[in-house]
C-alpha cells in the first residue's frame, strides 16, 4: 500500500467475452431547449458564425472527434408538443410556436426535419427521432415517418421531394413518445402500453427501412412501468427507454398510487445545487448517485428478463447525466449549467457501467449535447469550450463496438462520513484488431490507488494510455481558460513480475490501449 493510496487488484481475461458493446451506448441527445439547437448547433445561414447550410463548423468538428455514433431529436418533453409539418418548406413560412416546456421562448421552426438530417449526414452520425404521443395524432406521426422513410409515389414522399429531398433519408431508431408518466401525458402505464401499440401499428416499415421502435420507459425506480410494457407490448418493441439523471436534493416527487402507478409532480422550486460550488459531501453525493445507475439498469434489466430471456428488447438508457442549477444570470427554463471534473467522473462511472451491462443496454443517450445539462460543449457568440465530460467521452471512444471482457476486481471502497462506493469503476473491451481497451475511474478525492493488473493470457508489450484530472474537484473550462481540465498522455504502467502495476491518481480518468 501506498504511502498517500491504497491498493487494488485486477484480472481481466482477454480471450473471453461474448457481448459487444454497441457503439450507440455514447449516443447523444441535442432537444430544442435553450440553447442547445439554436445557438449550440444551428445558427442559420446568414450568421458570421462559421457555418454549413446554419449548422456550426466548430460544433460539427468537435463532436466528430469523439465519433458519436448517433443523436436523439427533436425532445425530450418537446418531442411530445412538436408539430412537424410546422417544421418543413420555406424556413421563412415556418409557423411560430411558443415553446412551453423551455423558457416560454418563440420557437420558429428553422431547424427542422431536413436541417436535422442534415446535421447528422455532417457529423456522420445516425439519427434518432422522438415521435409526439402527447398531442400529436397517430395520422400525424404515422405521415411523419412516411415522409422519411417512404421511396415510393405517396402524399408524404411527393411533399418531401417538394421540398427538396428527393431520396428517403431511411431513419432506423424511432421513439415512440417521450415520459409519457409526466410531461408526454401524464399516463398510466397500462393506457401508454396500449396507446404504444396504437401509434407503432401506423408507423410503418417502408422497404429496406424497417424501423427499431423505442418505447417510452421508466423514470428511475419505476419498475411497475417496465413490466407492465413488457407484458403488454414488448412484443412490438425493440427497445425500451429508461430516463435517469443523476442530482442532489431532487424536490420532484413521486406518489406511488394503489395500483402501482405513480403520480410524478415536478418541482418547480430550483434546488439550489451549484454545478460548481460544492464540496466532498455533494462530490460523494454526486458519485453515489452515479453508482445509483448501477442498481437500476441491473432491475429494469431483470424484469425485462422474465419477459425477454433471449434479450431481444435493448434497454435503452435515452435520457442521463448530471442535472444541476442553471449559472446564476440565465434563464431557468434554458438549463445551462457549467461542468466540472465532478462531472467528468460522473461520465466515466456511468459510461463503465453501461459497458458493463451491454447484454442488455445497447444505446444511451447523454442529456444534453450543447449548452444544456451535462454538455459535451458550450458556446457563448462563435466561442466555444470543450467540457470535461467531452474529454471523458474522447477518452472511452475506443469502446465502441468492443468485446466487453470480463474483469475480476479486488478493489478498496471510497469511504465518506461512515458510507462507502467502490473506489474504482472499470471496464475492458477487445478491439477487432485484438487490442484491449481499459478505462478505470479513481472517485476518490483524496486517496490515488495502486492497481495490480494481469491481462490474461499474453501481458501486453505496448501500452498507450492518458488521463483526465485537474487539481480541484471543481476544476471546469471556461472561455478565458478553455484548457484548465483536458487529458494528458498517462505514461506510469509498469511491468514486472507477470502482471502491470500503476496508480491511479485521486479523482482521475484513466484509459489504457494494450496491444
Ligand atoms: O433533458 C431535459 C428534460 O428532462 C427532457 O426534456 C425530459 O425528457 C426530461 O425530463
Known amino acids: 500500500?501506498?504511502?498517500?493510496?491504497?491498493?487494488?487488484?485486477?484480472?481481466?481475461?482477454?480471450?473471453?467475452?461474448?457481448?459487444?458493446i454497441d457503439k450507440n451506448i455514447y449516443g447523444h441527445f441535442a432537444e430544442h431547449l435553450g440553447r442547445c439547437i439554436y445557438d449550440g448547433i444551428f445558427v442559420g445561414k446568414g450568421s458570421p458564425i462559421p457555418n454549413t447550410d446554419?449548422?456550426?463548423?466548430?460544433?460539427?468538428?468537435?463532436?466528430?472527434?469523439?465519433?458519436?455514433?448517433?443523436?436523439?431529436?427533436?425532445?425530450?418533453?418537446?418531442?411530445?408538443?412538436?408539430h412537424w409539418k410546422d417544421g418543413i418548406g420555406p424556413q421563412s413560412d415556418r409557423k411560430r410556436m411558443i415553446n412551453t416546456h423551455w423558457g416560454g421562448v418563440v420557437e420558429d421552426n428553422s431547424f427542422g426535419t431536413h436541417e436535422f438530417f442534415r446535421l447528422c449526414e455532417l457529423l456522420e452520425t445516425e439519427p434518432y427521432i422522438c415521435g409526439n404521443v402527447g398531442s400529436g395524432t397517430v395520422q400525424e406521426m404515422s405521415e411523419w415517418v412516411e415522409y422519411m422513410n417512404f421511396d415510393g409515389e405517396s402524399p408524404m414522399a411527393n411533399l418531401?421531394?417538394?421540398?427538396?429531398?428527393?431520396?428517403?433519408?431511411?431513419?432506423?431508431?424511432?421513439?415512440?413518445?417521450n415520459e409519457n408518466w409526466g410531461c408526454g401525458g401524464k399516463m398510466r402505464a397500462e393506457f401508454y402500453a396500449d396507446q404504444y401499440r396504437r401509434y407503432t401499428t401506423y408507423a410503418?416499415?417502408?422497404?429496406?427501412?424497417?424501423?427499431?421502435?423505442?418505447?417510452?420507459?421508466?423514470?428511475?425506480?419505476?419498475?411497475?412501468?417496465?413490466?407492465?410494457?413488457?407484458?403488454?407490448?414488448?412484443?412490438?418493441?425493440?427497445?425500451?427507454?429508461?430516463?435517469?439523471?443523476?442530482?442532489?436534493?431532487?424536490?420532484?416527487?413521486?406518489?406511488?398510487?394503489?395500483?402501482?402507478?405513480?403520480?410524478?409532480?415536478?418541482h418547480p422550486e430550483i434546488s439550489r445545487r451549484s454545478a460548481t460550488e460544492f464540496g466532498e459531501e455533494e462530490w460523494f453525493g454526486i458519485m453515489k448517485s452515479s453508482w445509483k445507475t448501477d442498481e437500476l439498469v441491473s432491475k429494469h434489466s431483470a424484469i425485462m428478463d422474465i419477459y425477454d430471456p433471449e434479450k431481444r428488447v435493448a434497454l435503452i438508457v435515452d435520457e442521463w447525466g448530471t442535472w444541476f442549477d442553471n449559472e446564476p444570470g440565465t434563464n431557468p427554463g434554458f438549463l445551462y449549467q457549467q461542468n466540472t471534473l465532478r462531472d467528468a467522473l460522473s461520465a466515466a462511472i456511468a459510461?463503465?457501467?453501461?459497458?458493463?451491462?451491454?447484454?442488455?443496454?445497447?444505446?444511451?443517450?447523454?442529456?444534453?449535447?450543447?449548452?444544456?445539462?451535462?454538455?459535451?460543449?458550450?458556446?457563448?457568440?462563435?466561442?466555444?469550450i470543450l467540457t470535461p465530460t467531452y474529454h471523458v467521452f474522447d477518452l472511452f471512444k475506443e469502446?465502441?463496438?468492443?468485446?466487453?471482457?470480463?474483469?475480476?476486481?479486488?478493489?478498496?471502497?471510497?469511504?465518506?462520513?461512515?458510507?462507502?462506493?467502490?473506489?474504482?469503476?472499470?471496464?475492458?473491451?477487445?478491439?477487432?484488431?485484438?487490442?484491449?481497451?481499459?478505462?478505470?475511474?479513481?472517485?476518490?478525492?483524496?486517496?490515488?490507488?495502486?492497481?495490480?493488473?494481469?491481462?490474461?493470457?499474453?501481458l501486453p508489450k505496448n501500452i498507450s494510455g492518458r488521463i483526465l484530472s485537474s487539481p480541484a474537484m471543481q476544476d471546469h473550462n471556461t472561455f478565458d481558460d478553455a484548457d484548465k481540465v483536458?487529458?494528458?498522455?498517462?505514461?506510469?504502467?509498469?511491468?514486472?513480475?507477470?502482471?502491470?502495476?500503476?496508480?491511479?491518481?485521486?479523482?482521475?480518468?484513466?484509459?489504457?490501449?494494450?496491444?
Open 1 to 20: 500500500m501506498s504511502i498517500e493510496g491504497k491498493s487494488a487488484g485486477m484480472v481481466i481475461n482477454a480471450d473471453l467475452g461474448k457481448h459487444t
Open 54 to 82: 446554419g449548422i456550426r463548423i466548430d460544433i460539427v468538428e468537435a463532436l466528430k472527434k469523439i465519433r458519436i455514433p448517433l443523436i436523439r431529436w427533436p425532445g425530450g418533453c418537446f418531442a411530445d408538443e412538436y
Open 160 to 177: 418531401r421531394r417538394k421540398n427538396g429531398q428527393d431520396k428517403a433519408w431511411g431513419l432506423k431508431y424511432f421513439g415512440v413518445g
Open 204 to 266: 410503418r416499415d417502408y422497404g429496406n427501412y424497417p424501423l427499431y421502435r423505442i418505447a417510452a420507459g421508466p423514470r428511475n425506480e419505476n419498475y411497475h412501468w417496465t413490466k407492465v410494457l413488457m407484458e403488454e407490448a414488448g412484443y412490438c418493441m425493440n427497445g425500451l427507454a429508461l430516463h435517469y439523471y443523476t442530482r442532489l436534493g431532487d424536490k420532484n416527487q413521486t406518489i406511488v398510487q394503489p395500483d402501482g402507478n405513480e403520480i410524478y409532480i415536478h
Open 351 to 384: 459510461l463503465n457501467i453501461f459497458n458493463n451491462h451491454a447484454d442488455r443496454v445497447r444505446m444511451t443517450n447523454i442529456a444534453q449535447t450543447i449548452n444544456v445539462l451535462q454538455a459535451m460543449v458550450l458556446t457563448e457568440g462563435s466561442r466555444m
Open 399 to 458: 469502446h465502441q463496438n468492443g468485446t466487453l471482457l470480463p474483469v475480476s476486481m479486488d478493489v478498496p471502497d471510497y469511504i465518506y462520513n461512515g458510507e462507502t462506493l467502490p473506489g474504482l469503476s472499470v471496464s475492458a473491451s477487445r478491439s477487432k484488431k485484438g487490442e484491449v481497451f481499459i478505462t478505470i475511474a479513481n472517485p476518490d478525492p483524496v486517496h490515488g490507488v495502486e492497481v495490480k493488473l494481469e491481462i490474461r493470457p499474453l
Open 486 to 515: 483536458r487529458p494528458e498522455r498517462y505514461t506510469g504502467v509498469e511491468s514486472s513480475g507477470g502482471a502491470l502495476r500503476l496508480t491511479v491518481p485521486k479523482r482521475s480518468v484513466v484509459s489504457l490501449l494494450c496491444s
